[in-house]
């Protein structure tokens, strides 16, 4: 007894609904831990050991699904840096936002800083 494919029900994932409620607490801790202090340590040292509520504040944005996601590209390496936006899908192309950075560390804490006003 074969049944038809477009007939079979939606597996729907009964999980997700807590993983939503558990996101959106930790998304308003994370939005707490954001002070005009915390934003330039990040802009200051972008990359290497940092206090705990920029760790924690830049382990909440990594975790971010891909699709959408914000990243450095060297357009012209150790020379020219801009912002792209990941497709989320293999062989896509990344498109790129307005914007030269000098530096890749510009260019990272000018991630960050999209990604706070994303948030």
Same mark, same amino acid.
């Given at each position: 007894?074969? *049944?038809?494919?477009?007939?079979?029900?939606?597996?729907?994932?009964?999980?997700?609904?807590?993983?939503?409620?558990?996101? *959106?607490?930790?998304?308003?801790?994370?939005?707490?831990?954001? *002070?005009?202090?915390?934003?330039?340590?990040?802009?200051?040292?972008?990359?290497?050991?940092?206090?705990?509520?920029?760790?924690?504040?830049?382990?909440?944005?990594?975790?971010?699904?891909?699709?959408?996601?914000?990243?450095?590209?060297?357009?012209?390496?150790?020379?020219?840096?801009?912002?792209?936006?990941?497709?989320?899908?293999?062989?896509?192309?990344?498109?790129?936002?307005?914007?030269?950075?000098?530096?890749?560390?510009?260019?990272?804490?000018?991630?960050?800083?999209?990604?706070?006003?994303?948030?």
């Amino acid at each position: 007894m074969a *049944t038809d494919p477009q007939e079979a029900p939606v597996v729907q994932d009964r999980s997700l609904p807590a993983w939503e409620s558990i996101d *959106t607490k930790i998304r308003a801790h994370v939005k707490s831990l954001i *002070t005009d202090d915390l934003i330039e340590e990040h802009k200051s040292r972008p990359l290497g050991q940092h206090s705990d509520a920029l760790e924690r504040v830049l382990n909440y944005f990594r975790r971010a699904p891909l699709a959408g996601k914000y990243l450095v590209v060297a357009t012209k390496p150790f020379e020219e840096y801009r912002i792209g936006v990941h497709p989320g899908v293999r062989g896509r192309p990344i498109r790129l936002l307005d914007g030269v950075y000098a530096s890749e560390q510009d260019a990272l804490h000018a991630v960050f800083v999209k990604r706070i006003d994303d948030l």
